[in-house]
């Protein structure tokens, strides 16, 4: 199972951006996929994720600003960051917490390598 991550960039402050996620490979269910963040010198942080149920979290920092969708059908996530400002330089990294094909696998959670996403002031 692989998680590979496309988007990211650099944008101006005020601008937007989309990241998406793909989640590919022997794959039985998936239930939460989402972002996660980390900026230089700081802990790894929630973005938003989404269930596959369509229950749906963002950190209070981006609420109203970015908007996370999936498609279950191609097991991929989205991130819509739009009015970005320079608090939002980071790495993000994409998840899902899913089951792999084959007998007796195990829910785990899977990590997509990270995009950088840096906005200039």
Not at 16 to 26: E, F, I
Not at 60 to 74: E, L, M, P, Q, Y
Request: some cysteine.
């Amino acid at each position: 199972v692989q998680l590979q991550a496309s988007g990211g960039g650099v944008v101006q402050a005020g601008g937007s951006l989309g990241l998406s996620c793909a989640a590919s490979g022997s794959i039985s269910s998936i239930n939460r996929m989402g972002w996660y963040r980390q900026a230089p010198g700081k802990q790894r942080e929630l973005v938003a994720r989404k269930s596959n149920s369509g229950d749906t979290d963002y950190a209070d920092s981006v609420k109203g600003r970015f908007t996370i969708s999936r498609d279950n059908a191609k097991n991929t996530v989205y991130l819509q960051m739009n009015d970005l400002n320079t608090e939002d330089t980071a790495v993000y990294y994409c998840y899902a917490n899913l089951r792999p094909g084959g007998y007796g696998a195990a829910w785990d959670v899977y990590w997509g390598q990270g995009t950088q996403v840096t906005v200039s002031s």
